[in-house]
């Protein structure tokens, strides 16, 4: 079956644009996560969706982030006035349930985001 | 301060070599530990998970061991395949978090030589 997928796979922008990346989940998981990971560092939190609660954003690390996640399946990250710091691999996961480790968090290819 | 620290940062092996990949955490109340594999330009797969009961899961070539009490997880890589060049990632668990947010390391990039 298919897989998380994200799109676009690579995105160079200029400092001070907005881009939009996007998160396919797996179908049927309730679960979706965001992840950044910047070179030599450990993948850092974002923000969580699970069903019809209210996400947890406290990953984000400044109100030029922003996510939404529509119908309970696909999902959207947004950088308004993007910064050369935000140069990293954006990662999407999603996973069959939530509010528990044990369930698998399966991971899409990423976008490069590259901001020039 | 990471609650994940990994080392070495990275090696080189030749192939059908063992190596060993070491993963201290500092993350308590403890929930469970997981080994990921990425490859490059891909995203993490699942290689093992453990919870504190367990001290050793094999996964083919792969097996990882859990000291609960020491903090301390390895994973080992047995006869070593070129295919075995990629990151390796730790990650923990903690009971803390009201819907079991995973921590990583920072990673292992193993080089695996002809």
């Known amino acids: 079956g298919a897989g998380v997928s994200q799109s676009p796979s690579n995105k160079v922008t200029e400092k001070g644009k907005d881009v939009e990346l996007r998160c396919d989940p797996i179908s049927g998981h309730t679960a979706l996560y965001w992840y950044r990971q910047s070179l030599g560092q450990g993948l850092e939190f974002l923000i969580y969706f699970q069903g019809n609660s209210a996400p947890d954003k406290s990953g984000l690390p400044s109100d030029r982030f922003s996510a939404e996640r529509t119908g309970g399946s696909v999902s959207t990250l947004t950088i308004q006035r993007t910064q050369q710091e935000d140069s990293a691999v954006y990662l999407c996961?999603?996973?069959?349930?939530?509010?528990?480790?044990?369930?698998?968090?399966?991971f899409g290819p990423g976008t490069r985001l590259t901001v020039t | 301060k990471n609650q994940v620290e990994q080392s070495p940062q990275s090696l080189i092996i030749l192939e059908g070599k063992n190596c060993t990949l070491q993963c201290n955490y500092t993350v308590s109340p403890f929930s469970n530990l997981r080994w990921y594999k990425q490859d490059t330009g891909r995203g993490p797969v699942s290689l093992t998970i453990m919870t504190f009961s367990e001290n050793t899961k094999s996964n083919g070539r792969y097996t990882a061991t859990l000291d609960a009490d020491t903090k301390q997880s390895s994973l080992h890589i047995t006869a070593s395949q070129l295919s075995d060049s990629a990151s390796y990632i730790c990650v923990v668990s903690g009971t803390t978090d009201s819907w079991g947010k995973l921590q990583f390391g920072a990673g292992t990039q193993v080089v695996v030589t002809p």
């Open positions: 996961a999603s996973s069959l349930g939530g509010g528990s480790s044990s369930y698998e968090q399966y």
